[in-house]
């Protein structure tokens, strides 16, 4: 299969003038109705905001609404302000995969399932689960040409070759089964399942803000775009998955890049988070501008705290990344929080927690007595489980305090952020872009896919003098 991007390149000696609306795979633009081949990724706790959903779908690209660690209310207050104000215009809802909370990740499917949300980042996965492939085969028909249509598309986002190749497969059978013994899918609706992909779109997700692998795009895309022309040949799906890419994408050159490596999109989220419509704050927004592509690292992530699981952190003008990687460090090596010498969880205590252990306990089960019960049962059977629980206070809060821009609080703000950052300030500086008032997302999207478009147009003019 030829890479889609080729498709912005001439065909005759006379050299195409390469344009944003050009660049991509335009099967991409048509299907979700978009003028340009460029994705705002999710961000969570409605960082992705629905501003920027709405501001990026009315430029003629496509958002994801930030659903990640909020409340079910307000995921379905982002669903219906997003209907109200965009109906079928092109928007899309993140589900993110929750180990430590399966019922959420079921109960969030399911409200996308209820209130017809059409389009959703899938994120996070290791492995597919039941509400997703129950999201994606639900409604499963077969049009006039007998052929299988989804009613729900999934834009799965993965840095792992082996999870990209479970979203890029049919569904499989066992949770099919599952599907038609609960009477959520008929054998007919089953049997149209194994003719496509769970899903359509797979973003790979090279080095970026938030959760990652750390793979260099340049490495990952070919990876994934390889594996996509290997299963299409195995399963000759009638419209063949898409590859697109994020991760590190800040620049038009960054962007002009991927598409060249044949991305039928390009996704972004670092730099989304500086612009003025992000549910962040002020004061992060100038902290992001400021930042430069070595100012990054890699921090323990709260949702996945116990595994070791790391998210890629802004580490200029903040201690979070030494004091969450501190926790992570007591918690490996003491069993309970009775355990801890006072010798070490006095400055935590001081610095970190500004309240006793046991306040923050006390604080953490009434939280758990009302979202998920039994995480206080266990803590309250295993000490380690109880000490993870009252860590991860501290790391939630962390990100709490940035996004409200909490001053008394600024040392231990937790904002995720990529290099894309850096290189984004770089490429900004002279421009209006390099003040954080001017960064409008929509603008931002823009400039980048010019910028990108006339890499393309001087590179297809050297080729063809
Ligand atoms: C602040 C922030 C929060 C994020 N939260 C989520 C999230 O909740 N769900 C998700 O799928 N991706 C999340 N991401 C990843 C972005 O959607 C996107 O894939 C990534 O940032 C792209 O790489 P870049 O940061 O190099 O642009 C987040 C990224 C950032 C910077």
Avoid at 13 to 20: D, N
Avoid at 25 to 31: E, G, H, L, M, V
Wanted: charged share 25%; glycine share 8%; hydrophobic share 40%.
């Amino acid at each position: 299969m030829a890479p889609s991007s080729l498709s912005a390149l001439p065909s005759t000696t006379e050299p195409r003038k390469v344009t944003p609306e050009s660049l991509g795979d335009p099967s991409f633009r048509r299907d979700y109705g978009l003028k340009y081949a460029y994705v705002s990724g999710a961000m969570a706790n409605g960082i992705a905001s629905c501003e920027i959903v709405e501001a990026m779908s009315r430029a003629g690209f496509l958002g994801f609404f930030g659903a990640a660690g909020l409340p079910l209310e307000t995921v379905a207050r982002a669903i219906d302000r997003l209907q109200a104000s965009l109906g079928d215009a092109p928007h899309g809802f993140n589900l993110i995969h929750s180990p430590n909370e399966p019922d959420l990740e079921a109960a969030v499917a399911d409200l996308y399932l209820k209130r017809k949300v059409r389009t959703v980042e899938a994120s996070a996965y290791l492995d597919l689960t039941l509400p997703i492939v129950r999201y994606r085969l639900s409604g499963i028909s077969r049009n006039g040409a007998g052929e299988a249509v989804a009613a729900n598309r999934v834009v799965a986002k993965v840095s792992r070759v082996e999870v990209a190749q479970k979203f890029l497969s049919p569904a499989p059978r066992a949770m099919v089964d599952e599907l038609v013994r609960r009477g959520e899918l008929t054998t007919q609706q089953a049997e149209l399942a194994g003719r496509i992909p769970v899903a359509q779109d797979l973003t790979a997700e090279a080095d970026s803000g938030g959760h990652t692998d750390n793979r260099p795009l340049v490495t990952l895309l070919p990876t994934m775009l390889a594996l996509r022309d290997r299963l299409q040949k195995e399963y000759g799906y009638v419209q063949p998955p898409r590859v697109g890419a994020a991760g590190g994408i800040g620049t038009p050159a960054a962007a002009a890049g991927a598409f060249l490596m044949g991305a039928a999109y390009v996704l972004t989220g670092s730099v989304n988070q500086a612009c003025l419509e992000s549910g962040s704050s002020d004061v992060v927004r100038k902290m992001l501008a400021e930042a430069g592509q070595a100012d990054t690292a890699m921090a323990p992530a709260a949702d996945m705290f116990e595994m070791g699981v790391k998210v890629q952190i802004l580490k200029r003008g903040t201690m979070f990344a030494m004091r969450a990687a501190k926790l992570y460090d007591v918690y490996r090596n003491y069993d309970s929080l009775e355990a801890i010498p006072a010798g070490v969880k006095q400055p935590l205590e001081r610095d970190l927690f500004r309240a006793s252990l046991a306040e923050i306990w006390d604080q953490t089960r009434d939280y758990f007595l009302k979202r998920d019960p039994r995480q206080v049962e266990r803590a309250e059977r295993e000490p380690k489980h109880k000490m993870a629980l009252v860590f991860r206070w501290y790391l939630g809060q962390a990100s709490r305090w940035a996004n409200a821009g909490e001053p008394s609080r600024q040392l231990d703000y937790q904002v995720w952020c990529g290099p894309a950052m850096g290189a984004f300030n770089e490429w900004a500086k002279g421009t209006p872009f390099e003040r954080p008032e001017n960064r409008k997302v929509a603008d931002v999207a823009l400039a980048i896919l010019e910028g990108a478009a006339q890499i393309t147009s001087d590179y297809v003019a050297k080729l063809s003098t």
